[in-house]
């Protein structure tokens, strides 16, 4: 079992940065590719980026791509998702998950989420 716990999100301005963390506590983390999901007002949920156990292989959505980075330290049970460039469409909560979907897992364990805000 994992559990996941994110911190990092705020309010920003447009063209600004934030760094969101995701601190997993279990044995199983690094069994799991990780990854993060987003999901803003009245939409749904949409995938963001995902990441290998190892850290070698990542995947991005096209609307993030080149401007978020996803990375991992398996050493201390972390996942990051460095967003750079932020856009107001960028506005969501995002939830940090094991298994995701995004790479053909079953999205087995979520964290709680943290609001992400971009004025224009």
């Known amino acids: 079992q994992v559990h996941l716990v994110e911190s990092g999100g705020g309010s920003v301005q447009a063209g600004e940065s934030l760094r969101l963390s995701c601190a997993a506590s279990?044995?199983?983390?690094?069994?799991?590719?990780m990854g993060w999901v987003r999901q803003a007002p009245g939409k749904e949920r949409e995938d963001v980026a995902a990441?290998?156990?190892?850290?070698?292989?990542?995947a991005y959505a096209p609307p993030v791509r080149g401007r978020f980075t996803i990375s991992r330290d398996n050493t201390r049970n972390m996942v990051y998702l460095q967003m750079n460039n932020l856009k107001p469409e960028d506005t969501a909560v995002y939830y940090c998950?094991?298994?995701?979907?995004?790479?053909?897992?079953?999205?087995?364990?979520w964290g709680q989420g943290t609001q992400v805000t971009v004025s224009s």
């Open positions: 990441i290998s156990v190892s850290g070698e292989n990542k």
């Open positions: 998950v094991a298994d995701p979907e995004m790479i053909g897992g079953g999205s087995d364990y």
């Open positions: 279990g044995s199983a983390f690094t069994v799991y590719a």
